[in-house]
T-cell receptor, first 113, second 116 residues
Framework: QKEVEQDPGPLSVPEGAIVSLNCTYSNSAFQYFMWYRQYSRKGPELLMYTYSSGNKEDGRFTAQVDKSSKYISLFIRDSQPSDSATYLCAMSPYTGTASKLTFGTGTRLQVTL | GAVVSQHPSWVICKSGTSVKIECRSLDFQATTMFWYRQFPKKSLMLMATSNEGSKATYEQGVEKDKFLINHASLTLSTLTVTSAHPEDSSFYIC????????????FGPGTRLTVT
């Protein structure tokens, strides 16, 4: 079993839809959770990060963490064609400059006109 | 802020030659840099972690003599793929982290290596 599971998609939605992206994980030590967006042939860009359980909102993006279920989500409201990309979840058990991230495989999102 | 650059963005080399990829943090000092490899439609695979001025720590299964990592300054790390073979063709991405910025990793744009 992989430490982090993520549906690879592709997920196709019409412009303006609410998008829900999810990851599950098995390591209960994970406490820091991140979402990255990666456009084709580019490096990942940090979108959201959260610590422990709860919600965090930033513009059209909302990140949710449910540690009891080992489940994290990223919601995108009013999706735009420019949101079309691969979304990677990542997590780490602790902070500190040398702490390593464990990534999901990424979900490819396509927002159509 | 928090910009990481990589050079070159794309390189083609012949089998048996060596290739050096540079990773620079442009507007912050990176105490730690990470090197990843990414295959098409796959996630990032961590190859090694490097701290400025010390030897890199390689992940299990990564040949340290083949993938030489140097982190000579707080803004520069290099990855040298020695005696490259076609199976080394991949997308290589670095990331950098500064102690004052907590646990966030900032990624470079990646380098596509093709070995013919």
């Amino acid at each position: 079993q992989k430490e982090v599971e993520q549906d690879p998609g592709p997920l196709s939605v019409p412009e303006g839809a609410i998008v829900s992206l999810n990851c599950t994980y098995s390591n209960s030590a994970f406490q820091y959770f991140m979402w990255y967006r990666q456009y084709s042939r580019k490096g990942p860009e940090l979108l959201m990060y959260t610590y422990s359980s709860g919600n965090k909102e930033d513009g059209r993006f909302t990140a949710q963490v449910d540690k009891s279920s080992k489940y994290i989500s990223l919601f995108i409201r009013d999706s735009q064609p420019s949101d079309s990309a691969t979304y990677l979840c990542a997590m780490s058990p602790y902070t500190g400059t040398a702490s390593k991230l464990t990534f999901g495989t990424g979900t490819r999102l396509q927002v159509t006109l | 802020g928090a910009v990481v650059s990589q050079h070159p963005s794309w390189v083609i080399c012949k089998s048996g030659t060596s290739v050096k990829i540079e990773c620079r943090s442009l507007d912050f000092q990176a105490t730690t840099m990470f090197w990843y490899r990414q295959f098409p439609k796959k996630s990032l695979m961590l190859m090694a972690t490097s701290n400025e001025g010390s030897k890199a720590t390689y992940e299990q299964g990564v040949e340290k003599d083949k993938f030489l990592i140097n982190h000579a300054s707080l803004t520069l790390s290099t990855l040298t793929v020695t005696s490259a073979h076609p199976e080394d063709s991949s997308f290589y991405i670095c990331s950098a982290r500064a102690g004052g910025r907590g646990y966030e990793q900032y990624f470079g744009p990646g380098t596509r290596l093709t070995v013919t």
